[in-house]
Nanobody
């Protein structure tokens, strides 16, 4: 069973940084590209970033995070990370990692393999 456990969220002032982590289990970690998503309460979940299975390629699907967020992974540890720098109040959301069923260089599907984890909440104060 595909499972992800996200951690690392918290309360930070605008301009601050956080590093989110995602521990994976139940599948061949190195066989899949993995993405980070986020959801603001009352809004649709959106895909934020994706990293290829061999770490060679990374994609960022939200224009406002480009240059501020960095996705990475450690296949030996079965972990995916999202470094969030220069955080803004509009980045506040619950962040999730998951395997998108489909992806391209421009977007990744909201349809995922398995089910959503509990996510990790990021709160940004002005």
């Amino acid at each position: 069973e595909v499972q992800f456990v996200e951690s690392g969220g918290g309360l930070v002032q605008a301009g601050g940084s956080l590093r989110l982590s995602c521990a994976a289990s139940g599948f061949g970690f190195e066989d899949y590209a993995i993405g980070w998503y986020r959801r603001v309460p009352g809004k649709k979940r959106e895909g934020v970033a994706l990293i290829s299975k061999d770490t060679a390629a990374t994609y960022y699907f939200v224009e406002s995070v480009k240059g501020r967020f960095t996705i990475s992974r450690d296949n030996a540890k079965k972990q995916v990370y999202l470094q969030l720098n220069n955080l803004k109040p509009e980045d506040a959301a619950v962040y999730y990692c998951a395997i998108p069923v489909r992806h391209s260089v421009q977007q990744m599907s909201l349809e995922i393999l398995g089910s959503w984890g509990q996510g990790t909440r990021v709160t940004v104060s002005p």
